[in-house]
C-alpha cells in the first residue's frame, strides 16, 4: 500500500468540521484498505438488526477516527493493535489483525519481533499462542496467494 493511499484518509479523524457520514465513509474506505474488501464484504453481509449498530460504530469510530488520525502510520497501528489484541487474549481479532499488519506492509519479520516484545511486556503464554496463532495465519496468507486470491 503506498504511502499516498494512507495519506488520502489521514485528515478525517481530526477535522472537526467532518461530518458523521463523512466520517464513516472515511471509516470504510480505510477498513477496506486495512482489512481486504473479502473480509469487509463478509462482515458486511452478516449485519442484521442485532449487529449492524455495533458494525457503524466500528466503521466509524475505530476505522473512520482512530485509523485515520495523522500521528501514526498504518504500519505502527498495525504493531500497536496486533500488541494489545494479544495482551487482552482477543484471537481472532488477533489473527485478523496479523493479516491486516501484512497489508499494510509489516515483514513476518517484524511480526514475530512484535509478538517477542509482547511476550516481556504482556504475557509469555499469551505469546506462545500468538505464535502459533501466526504461524497458522502465514500458512493461510500463502495458501490464499498461491490461488490468487487477496492478500
Not at 469487509?40 to 455495533?54: I, W
Not at 515483514?107 to 505469546?127: D, F, G, H, M, N
Amino acid at each position: 500500500m503506498s504511502e499516498n493511499t494512507q495519506q488520502a484518509a489521514q485528515p478525517i479523524g481530526h477535522d472537526m468540521s467532518a461530518t458523521s457520514q463523512d466520517v464513516f465513509d472515511a471509516g470504510m474506505a480505510v477498513r477496506r484498505q486495512v482489512l481486504g474488501d473479502a473480509h469487509v464484504d463478509r462482515a458486511e453481509s452478516k449485519k442484521d438488526e442485532t449487529t449492524e449498530d455495533f458494525q457503524n460504530l466500528i466503521t466509524r469510530y475505530a476505522w473512520g477516527t482512530i485509523w485515520t488520525r495523522p500521528g501514526l502510520d498504518r504500519r505502527m497501528r498495525s504493531a500497536v493493535t496486533i500488541s494489545a489484541m494479544v495482551s487482552g487474549g482477543y484471537w481472532e481479532e488477533a489473527a485478523m489483525h496479523i493479516r491486516a499488519a501484512l497489508r499494510n506492509g509489516l515483514s513476518r519479520e517484524e511480526i514475530k519481533e512484535i509478538l517477542l516484545q509482547t511476550a516481556i511486556y504482556s504475557s509469555v503464554p499469551a505469546a506462545n499462542v500468538a505464535f502459533k496463532l501466526a504461524q497458522e495465519v502465514f500458512a493461510q496468507v500463502d495458501e490464499d496467494l498461491a490461488a490468487g486470491k487477496e492478500l
